[in-house]
């Protein structure tokens, strides 16, 4: 069965820093791969499909790129309101998500 | 506006049976795949099932197969969890999520508020 793992699984960051979060597929899933975000209380949402593309509305700060196993997302400038978990998403075969990675404001 | 408002959650016994229903609205409800995804208090997402806009392909996470059965019913635009011999571990909050219809496979793009279930005696 395909494992997916997450690094860090929570960070602190200032505003305006760039954060990189990192998802890995314990085997080669092409590009079948979202990130979703959720806030305490709130939905997941969803970020980013296909590795590297922006879901509508979508502020531009979110980034993702990757393919086959290895897989980032970014915030170009971290945000307040960014303050959430992160989850990646495989969703080919049976759909899996990682552990998630916290995001806080330093 | 899309919407997708989750029922049927609530204290049950081990062992019992539960049927969450979610309802559908603002989109053409048999032309998307629809999931169930799971959340237990303080932890992360799990999938739990997936169906096809026809129900010709139905999937299962191997910690409900067996157990839980997905239906939908797109004349009613709803969609069904048929959740039996339930344990504590299956305590989460359940969310009705709709796959994006931007190919198959396909990523979530909309989420309920979720309903949620609690297995103890």
């Known amino acids: 069965d395909i494992q997916m793992t997450q690094s860090p699984s929570s960070l602190s960051a200032s505003v305006g820093d760039r954060v990189t979060i990192t998802c890995r597929a314990s085997?080669?899933?092409?590009?079948?791969l979202a990130w979703y975000q959720q806030k305490p209380g709130k939905v997941p949402k969803l970020l980013i499909y296909?590795?590297?593309t922006l879901q509508s509305g979508v502020p531009s700060r979110f980034s993702g790129s990757g393919s086959g196993t290895d897989f980032t997302l970014t915030i170009s400038s971290l945000q307040p309101e960014d303050v959430a978990t992160y989850y990646c998403?495989?969703?080919?075969?049976?759909?899996?998500f990682g552990p998630g990675t916290k995001v806080d404001i330093k | 506006e899309v919407q997708l408002v989750e029922s049927g959650g609530g204290l049950v016994q081990p062992g019992r049976s539960l049927r969450l229903s979610c309802a559908a609205s603002?989109?053409?409800?048999?032309?998307?795949?629809m999931h169930w995804v799971r959340q237990a208090p303080g932890k992360g997402l799990e999938w739990v099932s997936g169906?096809?806009?026809?129900?010709?392909?139905?999937g299962y996470a191997d910690s409900v197969k067996g157990r839980f059965t997905i239906s939908r019913d797109n004349a009613k635009n709803s969609l069904y969890l048929q959740m039996n011999s339930l344990r504590a571990e299956d305590t989460a909050l359940y969310y009705c999520?709709?796959?994006?219809?931007?190919?198959?496979?396909?990523?979530?793009?909309?989420w309920g508020q979720g309903t949620m279930v609690t297995v103890s005696s």
């Open positions: 999520a709709k796959a994006a219809g931007l190919g198959v496979p396909d990523a979530f793009d909309i």
């Open positions: 603002g989109f053409t409800f048999d032309d998307y795949a």
């Open positions: 169906i096809s806009w026809n129900s010709g392909s139905i």
């Open positions: 085997q080669g899933i092409s590009n079948y």
């Open positions: 296909a590795a590297s």
């Open positions: 998403q495989k969703y080919n075969s049976a759909p899996l």
